[in-house]
């Protein structure tokens, strides 16, 4: 059991990996992707620290990769994902697994999601410091990213309750 874990775990943070570089939108200060579904699935799947680890792993190996690569804000970057995958992981921990019949899904989903969105905020701000460029350009788009969370959050609502049911009648989890 606890190697199927960490297989899907791992299953989870390259497909973070692939969907954040390579099934993704970037605009100018944004960055359009579902890049969480992983993080989330495996956060509900397992619990809080397999989401952390999930979001924090899959992250960092999309910063290497991507076109962003290994700076001193690095760790400041990989901390959205992984927060989120830990509060969606303690949420769903405290309701023993069971999504497919709580209603609380989508204000979770929601909230988190704008959570990351502030603490992504919080490090532009940090990363504009240390590299020197302009934090002004980025304002304009916090509202674009706070939609982008919105409709994100919808469609992980309606696309996470059938996955995980039918992960475990598969009996990959």
């Given at each position: 059991?606890?190697?199927?874990?960490?297989?899907?775990?791992?299953?989870?943070?390259?497909?973070?990996?692939?969907?954040?570089?390579?099934?993704?939108?970037?605009?100018?200060?944004?960055?359009?992707?579902?890049?969480?579904?992983?993080?989330?699935?495996?956060?509900?799947?397992?619990?809080?620290?397999?989401?952390?680890?999930?979001?924090?792993?899959?992250?960092?190996?999309?910063?290497?990769?991507?076109?962003?690569?290994?700076?001193?804000?690095?760790?400041?970057?990989?901390?959205?994902?992984?927060?989120?995958?830990?509060?969606?992981?303690?949420?769903?921990?405290?309701?023993?697994?069971?999504?497919?019949?709580?209603?609380?899904?989508?204000?979770?989903?929601?909230?988190?999601?704008?959570?990351?969105?502030?603490?992504?905020?919080?490090?532009?701000?940090?990363?504009?410091?240390?590299?020197?460029?302009?934090?002004?350009a980025t304002i304009p788009t916090?509202?674009l990213r706070l939609i982008a969370?919105?409709?994100?959050?919808?469609?992980?609502?309606?696309?996470?309750?059938?996955?995980?049911?039918?992960?475990?009648?598969?009996?990959?989890?």
């Open positions: 059991m606890k190697l199927k874990r960490l297989v899907v775990g791992a299953l989870c943070a390259a497909l973070y990996t692939v969907l954040a570089n390579y099934v993704s939108i970037h605009t100018l200060n944004m960055k359009l992707t579902f890049d969480m579904l992983p993080v989330l699935l495996c956060s509900i799947l397992y619990g809080p620290v397999d989401g952390l680890m999930v979001g924090l792993v899959g992250n960092f190996i999309s910063q290497l990769i991507g076109p962003y690569g290994l700076s001193i804000t690095t760790p400041l970057w990989m901390l959205p994902a992984g927060v989120r995958g830990l509060l969606v992981g303690f949420w769903a921990k405290g309701k023993g697994f069971r999504i497919e019949k709580v209603g609380l899904l989508f204000p979770v989903i929601l909230l988190t999601g704008i959570l990351s969105t502030i603490i992504n905020t919080g490090v532009m701000w940090v990363d504009a410091k240390v590299f020197g460029y302009p934090f002004a916090i509202l969370c919105l409709v994100t959050s919808v469609l992980f609502t309606a696309v996470l309750p059938p996955l995980t049911t039918a992960l475990k009648k598969a009996k990959v989890v």
